[in-house]
Structure formats: structure tokens, C-alpha cells
């Protein structure tokens, strides 16, 4: 009897946690913008419930476990690379993944073109990336992943890595792509950092706003100030910050020799333990700001949001230990905001988690952000014909 009434109340938790654990839908905040209005109210994607991997739930083990299992568990791509010279005499790299269209005059006309930009210590070989490669190419999209100076064996030549307001080097890439496939419509996805460096690029490049069709940010910091606070505060010092601090301490040791004209030295590198600690003390001199914090008023997103010209889809999870609800525009922010600019937003997902599955291997947007780019570039030569 007693097994009988394990076994019952056992069913009846697991029961009541798939439905606390279920959302009816994520929430979509939209601007005043007729365009994004349209375009959003096509993606059926966006009205698809989403229920966390249940043993890895909420936002810290969710970032954390399906990072690791995607790791454990991908896919590698065995991407194409092309080094180009920047303007300023340093490098940048794409690992190109064409799939089937490998034929730049290709029959199957002209594919659009996707850019990826990973996190902040990543590249184009993070599980995450891959998983979206991998299903943009299987819809018969051209992927081309942008790795930041310094990263995965890049050649840094100049006194600059990356940073979140620095845009140059994906505007060359954009020029780049362009150049390659003329006729081709191009979408950017960034992720975390890398949804920074797009959403800037898009506010101030004349050829992003130009060449670019839309763009989506993944987990983006919308307010630095925010997400400063929360990845040094409680555990998220330990989990995160230490992490990522040494990596980026670690870069930057790797090229202290080029970054010593910026007055940046392996003793000064040897003090910094933070991610503001780096900031403050490599990034605001490679940026040319006073302190950090100018750094963070000047690169984020919830500051420029009149200067978006272009379809913008970002994607947060309210449970991110990285960028908590309290740096998201309000609706107030938005509803007076007349660029197109859409907010899907999840209660979990963590910081680039949004698993699913029994395995938390698995990730939700890649169908999203497919359908948001398609049907903006659908709207797009709509008007084209109208016109």
C-alpha cells in the first residue's frame, strides 16, 4: 500500500511541476512600429509554450547543464576559414559553412546569408553556434560565423581584441558578404556580447543599416549597469564571474605585447579578477573611455533604442543570471518607441539555455529566429513588388 501511494504522489509531483514549469507562452513586447507589428503577429513560433528540461531548471543550472551537455553532445562543423585585413592593419576571421549552396552562382538562386557572433569567450566552434548552423543550413542558408580578434588562434596585430560597443570589424564583414553574394539578403544573430556588438552595429554603421535585413540578439545584456551588478553579486561572483575573468585575463596575457601601447601590462593583468575589473582596465583603454563606466553607457542596447533603423528580434529568459528583468526596456520605454524592435520573453531559459529535452542538449531558437529572419525578408520583397 505504501509503494501504491509513493508511486501516486510521485506521479501527482511530477504532474504539478510540468505544469508550474509550462508557460501558456512567452511574452512579446513590441514598439510603436507597424512593421515589427506585422511581422511578429506571422510568427506562430512565438505563441509556442515552453517547458524547461525539468531536472535542470531554473536559470543558473539550466545555463550551466545544457552548456555542458550540447558540449558533450555536438555536432562539429568543419567550417571554411577566411582571414580578412581590417582597415586599422589587424585580422579578422570567418568560418564559413555553405552546406549545399558552396557554389557562390549556385542554382538554387541567391540564399540568404546568416552572420553569427558568439558570446564573449567564444566562437564559432561554441555548441550553441553549431546548433543553429546546422539548422539554418539544413533551410538551405549561407552561415557565417564572425570570430573576434584574438579568439580561436586569430592573429591580433593592433592593440584591439573585441568589446561590446565595437563595431568596425563586423561592418567589414558585412561589406565582405555583400560583396561575395550581391544579391543575397543577410541577417545577423548575436549572442550575449555578441547580441551587443550587433545591436551597436545596427544603431551606427551605415553599411549594417544598409545591408542588413534584420537582426537577432540572443540572451543580450540590455542594460551593462544591470548585468554588471548581477554577475558579481551572490553566486554568480563564483559560477560566472571567476570563469569568465579568467578567460579574458587569459586572452589578453596572450597578447600583452601588442596591448602593451594602451599601457596595459602582465602586472596589471595579474590584479584583475573581475569582469569589471577587466573592463575598467583593458576594454575602456582599447574603447578610448575614461572609466568603465562610460564603457557601458555607451554600448548598451536600452540607451539607443530611437536609433534602430531595422527588424530587431531579441530573446531573453527572465531567470538569466547574466541580464535579470531589471535592465529589459519597460513597456513604457517601448510602447513610446517607434523603431522595429520585438522583445520575446521567457520566464525560464537561463543565459543561452532554452532546453527542452530529457537530455538539456537541445535549444528552442533556432526555429524562432528562422521564422522571424524569413518572414521579414518576405515582408521585405513584398514591398519591393508593391513598390
Same mark, same amino acid.
Given at each position: 500500500?505504501?509503494?501504491?501511494?509513493?508511486?501516486?504522489?510521485?506521479?501527482?509531483?511530477?504532474?504539478?511541476?510540468?505544469?508550474?514549469?509550462?508557460?501558456?507562452?512567452?511574452?512579446?513586447?513590441?514598439?510603436?512600429?507597424?512593421?515589427?507589428?506585422?511581422?511578429?503577429?506571422?510568427?506562430?513560433?512565438?505563441?509556442?509554450?515552453?517547458?524547461?528540461?525539468?531536472?535542470?531548471?531554473?536559470?543558473?543550472?539550466?545555463?550551466?547543464?545544457?552548456?555542458?551537455?550540447?558540449?558533450?553532445?555536438?555536432?562539429?562543423?568543419?567550417?571554411?576559414?577566411?582571414?580578412?585585413?581590417?582597415?586599422?592593419?589587424?585580422?579578422?576571421?570567418?568560418?564559413?559553412?555553405?552546406?549545399?549552396?558552396?557554389?557562390?552562382?549556385?542554382?538554387?538562386?541567391?540564399?540568404?546569408?546568416?552572420?553569427?557572433?558568439?558570446?564573449?569567450?567564444?566562437?564559432?566552434?561554441?555548441?550553441?553556434?553549431?546548433?543553429?548552423?546546422?539548422?539554418?543550413?539544413?533551410?538551405?542558408?549561407?552561415?557565417?560565423?564572425?570570430?573576434?580578434?584574438?579568439?580561436?588562434?586569430?592573429?591580433?596585430?593592433?592593440?584591439?581584441?573585441?568589446?561590446?560597443?565595437?563595431? $568596425?570589424?563586423?561592418? %567589414?564583414?558585412?561589406? @565582405?558578404?555583400?560583396?561575395? *553574394?550581391?544579391?543575397?539578403?543577410?541577417?545577423? !544573430? &548575436?549572442?550575449?556580447?555578441?547580441?551587443?556588438?550587433?545591436?551597436?552595429?545596427?544603431?551606427?554603421?551605415?553599411?549594417?543599416?544598409?545591408?542588413?535585413?534584420?537582426?537577432?540578439?540572443?540572451?543580450?545584456?540590455?542594460?551593462?549597469?544591470?548585468?554588471?551588478?548581477?554577475?558579481?553579486?551572490?553566486?554568480?561572483?563564483?559560477?560566472?564571474?571567476?570563469?569568465?575573468?579568467?578567460?579574458?585575463?587569459?586572452?589578453?596575457?596572450?597578447?600583452?605585447?601588442?596591448?602593451?601601447?594602451?599601457?596595459? $601590462?602582465?602586472?596589471? %593583468?595579474?590584479?584583475? @579578477?573581475?569582469?569589471?575589473? *577587466?573592463?575598467?582596465?583593458?576594454?575602456?583603454? !582599447? &574603447?578610448?573611455?575614461?572609466?568603465?563606466?562610460?564603457?557601458?553607457?555607451?554600448?548598451?542596447?536600452?540607451?539607443?533604442?530611437?536609433?534602430?533603423?531595422?527588424?530587431?528580434?531579441?530573446?531573453?529568459?527572465?531567470?538569466?543570471?547574466?541580464?535579470?528583468?531589471?535592465?529589459?526596456?519597460?513597456?513604457?520605454?517601448?510602447?513610446?518607441?517607434?523603431?522595429?524592435?520585438?522583445?520575446?520573453?521567457?520566464?525560464?531559459?537561463?543565459?543561452?539555455?532554452?532546453?527542452?529535452?530529457?537530455?538539456?542538449?537541445?535549444?528552442?531558437?533556432?526555429?524562432?529566429?528562422?521564422?522571424?529572419?524569413?518572414?521579414?525578408?518576405?515582408?521585405?520583397?513584398?514591398?519591393?513588388?508593391?513598390?
Amino acid at each position: 500500500m505504501a509503494d501504491w501511494l509513493f508511486m501516486i504522489l510521485f506521479v501527482v509531483f511530477l504532474f504539478l511541476l510540468k505544469f508550474f514549469l509550462t508557460d501558456k507562452a512567452p511574452k512579446l513586447h513590441v514598439t510603436n512600429n507597424s512593421k515589427i507589428k506585422i511581422v511578429t503577429a506571422k510568427c506562430g513560433t512565438f505563441k509556442q509554450r515552453y517547458t524547461p528540461t525539468f531536472w535542470c531548471f531554473p536559470g543558473h543550472p539550466m545555463t550551466v547543464v545544457s552548456a555542458l551537455m550540447r558540449y558533450l553532445l555536438r555536432q562539429d562543423y568543419p567550417y571554411e576559414r577566411e582571414v580578412l585585413t581590417t582597415p586599422d592593419g589587424g585580422c579578422v576571421s570567418i568560418d564559413w559553412a555553405r552546406g549545399r549552396n558552396d557554389n557562390k552562382s549556385n542554382s538554387s538562386g541567391n540564399p540568404p546569408v546568416i552572420i553569427f557572433l558568439s558570446g564573449i569567450t567564444n566562437s564559432s566552434k561554441a555548441a550553441y553556434l553549431i546548433k543553429h548552423v546546422h539548422h539554418f543550413l539544413e533551410k538551405g542558408w549561407i552561415c557565417a560565423c564572425y570570430v573576434y580578434r584574438g579568439a580561436d588562434h586569430t592573429e591580433v596585430k593592433t592593440p584591439i581584441l573585441y568589446y561590446g560597443s565595437f563595431y $568596425n570589424d563586423l561592418e %567589414l564583414i558585412v561589406q @565582405h558578404v555583400r560583396t561575395e *553574394y550581391p544579391k543575397s539578403p543577410i541577417c545577423v !544573430m &548575436g549572442v550575449s556580447l555578441g547580441g551587443m556588438i550587433t545591436f551597436n552595429s545596427l544603431c551606427r554603421s551605415q553599411v549594417v543599416k544598409r545591408e542588413v535585413s534584420a537582426i537577432t540578439c540572443l540572451s543580450m545584456p540590455w542594460n551593462p549597469f544591470v548585468s554588471c551588478r548581477d554577475i558579481h553579486s551572490g553566486i554568480n561572483y563564483y559560477l560566472f564571474n571567476m570563469p569568465i575573468s579568467a578567460s579574458l585575463k587569459q586572452l589578453a596575457t596572450k597578447h600583452v605585447k601588442v596591448l602593451a601601447g594602451l599601457g596595459i $601590462n602582465q602586472k596589471l %593583468l595579474d590584479q584583475l @579578477h573581475t569582469i569589471k575589473g *577587466y573592463d575598467q582596465n583593458v576594454v575602456a583603454k !582599447m &574603447g578610448g573611455y575614461e572609466t568603465c563606466e562610460d564603457y557601458y553607457a555607451d554600448a548598451g542596447p536600452v540607451f539607443k533604442l530611437d536609433l534602430i533603423e531595422k527588424p530587431v528580434l531579441a530573446i531573453n529568459a527572465r531567470d538569466d543570471p547574466f541580464s535579470s528583468p531589471a535592465g529589459f526596456p519597460s513597456q513604457l520605454e517601448m510602447d513610446k518607441c517607434t523603431s522595429p524592435i520585438a522583445l520575446l520573453e521567457y520566464n525560464f531559459g537561463g543565459h543561452m539555455g532554452f532546453a527542452s529535452n530529457w537530455l538539456a542538449s537541445d535549444i528552442i531558437t533556432c526555429p524562432i529566429v528562422s521564422e522571424f529572419f524569413e518572414n521579414v525578408i518576405y515582408y521585405d520583397q513584398n514591398q519591393a513588388v508593391s513598390a
